[in-house]
């Protein structure tokens, strides 16, 4: 066998290898190549700058989200303030709490959302703490993110007091129901077990004898008056012209209403027009026949002369 007629062929391969350049050479002018692409500036920086773009696009991001309000489950109570909702500080740790109805004991009622049990188990949130739902409070009643007193009643001096049904808060709290009336569905109205009572606005009355409301609301009698049977009468006397009068002794009304005595006999006594006492009805009027020289002793004697009437006599 021809064994160096394998070295031409090594010396083929070594020719083909440029005769100016090394490996060495070569890795060289990359690394030279390297730092000239390092020179170039990118857009908008000046050359020789560095671009630390990162610490910028970090404090943006920081920026843009918002620090937390409350500390989440399992992290040190108090840490970012209160443990956030659905957890409590148990510990000195934030942990998930047990809901109304779950289980507890006196000694664990901490662990209760509310921080309260009554034995056995977790009561819910009390009148006037923050609720989600109406599943959240003891009285299942969530109203704008606070617990309420329930379905029929309001919080009045710091207790829940029914306002559907109630005398002295009917309707709301301190609206007090008047005489003779009770509160049904938030109204006050009439007694109903008082059935002789109208509703007449603010107050129930009789109006059969009611001097204010005589047989209608807001008919009201005259201070002569009184209210009978629905119809205003006069307490003493006879209705007059708008008037109670007694036609008996009435000058004005002598036995019947507008017969007015006349000047002669003014006196009404026993519904008739007499003279006063100690005067006698004579044909010119009221006469005293002990003094009248016209009418001396006797309606129409009169004395002669210059004769004068004494005690009757000329």
Request: some cysteine; charged content about 20%.
């Amino acid at each position: 066998m021809d064994l160096t007629g394998d070295a031409p062929i090594a010396d083929t391969h070594a020719a083909d290898a440029p005769s100016d350049q090394t490996v060495g050479d070569s890795g060289e002018d990359q690394a030279a190549d390297l730092a000239t692409d390092t020179d170039i500036a990118p857009d908008g920086i000046s050359d020789g700058t560095t671009a630390d773009t990162s610490s910028e696009l970090t404090a943006e991001v920081a920026e843009d989200v918002p620090l937390p309000t409350c500390t989440g489950a399992g992290v040190a109570c108090n840490t970012n303030g209160p443990c956030c909702p659905g957890n409590v500080c148990v510990d000195g740790v934030c942990r998930g709490c047990v809901s109304k109805g779950g289980f507890c004991t006196w000694a664990a009622a901490d662990r209760c959302c509310s921080g309260r049990c009554d034995g056995d188990s977790c009561l819910g949130f009390d009148v006037g703490e923050d609720c989600s739902s109406n599943s959240d409070c003891q009285l299942n009643d969530c109203r704008g993110g606070l617990c309420g007193c329930g379905a029929g009643n309001a919080l009045c001096n710091g207790a829940c007091v029914d306002i559907e049904y109630n005398d002295n808060h009917c309707g709301g709290c301190g609206i007090v129901c008047g005489l003779d009336q009770v509160c049904f569905e938030r109204s006050c109205i009439c007694d109903p077990n008082q059935s002789w009572l109208t509703d007449c606005g603010d107050v129930c009355v009789d109006i059969r004898i009611d001097e204010g409301h005589c047989g209608a609301c807001d008919v009201a009698c005259r201070a002569d008056q009184i209210c009978r049977f629905s119809a205003c009468d006069c307490t003493t006397g006879v209705e007059c012209n708008g008037a109670c009068v007694f036609t008996s002794a009435d000058p004005n009304s002598c036995g019947a209403c507008g017969t007015v005595c006349p000047t002669a006999t003014p006196l009404c006594s026993a519904g008739a027009c007499r003279c006063d006492t100690g005067l006698t009805m004579c044909p010119t009027g009221c006469e005293d026949l002990q003094s009248d020289r016209l009418n001396c002793g006797t309606c129409g004697h009169a004395c002669n002369g210059n004769k004068q009437c004494v005690a009757g006599v000329c």
